[in-house]
């Protein structure tokens, strides 16, 4: 049974850009959470997808967009990219509730 | 809201010292509550969980009680090893509720 797996694990972009990350979840999940973690901070939830379809969303304005595909992988998309958005991503799977999510090691997003 | 507040860090203690950090939480209803752990370089691992109060979730030799009154979930061991030296977040989710709400994390370090 494979993990949650994310790519690229590094990426450096530049401020006004666009960055996809991307997230394959375990084996048997349909549910996909994203996090968004500031250095020295805790994550914060940034949407669920569950059935290709989202399924709640936090206090991130909609240039975070985000996409989940017939096999439960998933897109985080980010536009028009900020300093501030720079943080470690974490992709979550889980088999319906939240309970049980298990995560992946994270993309670490640089914008200068 | 949600919130999840965390002993501050960083916490430094030696081989085979007893530890307690200590996790407080608000919630408008009756959330189930988590510590994750996370490793140098790597992502959140679920290390224990409790979905009820008074219950007591364990797991490597940690273990936290949910307690309602006081509205608590502290994170203990006995005898801390070198290799739990980490990050540890506190976390809730409340029934029905999508996502996971994190506490800022506490740095732990064990020294030999």
């Known amino acids: 049974e494979t993990g949650v797996t994310q790519s690229p694990t590094h990426l450096i972009k530049t401020r006004g850009q666009q960055v996809t990350l991307r997230c394959s979840s375990q084996?048997?999940?349909?549910?996909v959470s994203w996090y968004q973690q500031a250095l020295g901070q805790g994550p914060q939830f940034i949407f669920q997808?569950?059935?290709?379809?989202?399924?709640g969303r936090g206090n991130f304005p909609p240039r975070f967009s985000g996409l989940q595909f017939p096999n439960y992988s998933s897109e985080l998309n980010v536009n028009a990219l900020e300093l501030d958005d720079s943080a470690l991503y974490l992709c979550?799977?889980?088999?319906?509730?939240?309970?049980?999510?298990?995560f992946g090691q994270g993309t670490r997003l640089t914008v200068v | 809201g949600d919130s999840v507040t965390q002993m501050e860090g960083p916490v430094t203690l030696s081989e085979e010292a007893f530890l307690t950090i200590n996790c407080t939480y608000t919630?408008?209803?009756?959330?189930?509550l988590f510590w994750y752990v996370q490793y140098p370089g790597e992502g959140l691992q679920l290390l224990l969980k409790?979905?009820?109060?008074?219950d007591k979730g364990s797991n490597k030799g940690f273990e936290a009680t949910y307690r309602k009154e006081t509205t608590s979930f502290h994170l203990e061991k006995g005898s801390v090893q070198v290799s739990d030296s980490a990050v540890y977040f506190c976390?809730?989710?409340?029934?029905?509720?999508?996502?996971?709400?994190f506490g800022t994390g506490t740095r732990l370090t064990i020294i030999p």
């Open positions: 409790a979905t009820k109060a008074d």
């Open positions: 084996s048997g999940h349909n549910t």
């Open positions: 979550a799977s889980s088999l319906g509730q939240v309970n049980e999510a298990f």
């Open positions: 976390a809730l989710s409340e029934v029905g509720n999508e996502k996971l709400t």
């Open positions: 919630a408008t209803g009756y959330p189930s």
């Open positions: 997808y569950y059935r290709e379809e989202e399924n």
